[in-house]
């Protein structure tokens, strides 16, 4: 199993900037794929940022040019940087994992999630 932890998570004035942290542990070396993905009461879950093991990075439009997504050369830890934040980012953010070995086979996982708020 793959374990993940998300911390940096808080609160912050519009414009302002977070980084965001996901610690993984277990069996990290068989990981294909990483993402970052939020959720906000009454709505569903939507991916922020995702990365390969190839290093291909895709992001959602809505925070293209403002969060940055990177990682470690062990894939021990990842970072969201976010930058530029507006209100409506305000949301709890999940740290994934997916094992990838087949288009049939797969594990997915996922961390508890930090809180950032933006608010003036």
């Known amino acids: 199993q793959v374990h993940l932890v998300e911390s940096g998570g808080g609160l912050v004035q519009p414009g302002g900037s977070l980084r965001l942290s996901c610690a993984a542990s277990?069996?990290?070396?068989?990981?294909?794929?990483m993402g970052w993905y939020r959720q906000v009461p009454g709505k569903q879950r939507e991916l922020v940022a995702a990365?390969?093991?190839?290093?291909?990075?895709t992001y959602n439009d809505s925070v293209k040019g403002r969060f940055t997504m990177s990682r470690d050369n062990a894939w021990t830890t990842v970072y969201l940087e976010m930058n530029s934040l507006k209100p409506e980012d305000t949301a709890v953010y999940y740290c994934?994992?997916?094992?990838?070995?087949?288009?049939?086979?797969?594990?997915?996982?996922w961390g508890q999630g930090t809180q950032v708020t933006v608010s003036s």
């Open positions: 990365l390969t093991n190839d290093g291909s990075k």
């Open positions: 994934n994992a997916a094992i990838v070995r087949s288009s049939i086979l797969s594990s997915v996982y």
């Open positions: 277990g069996t990290i070396s068989s990981i294909t794929h």
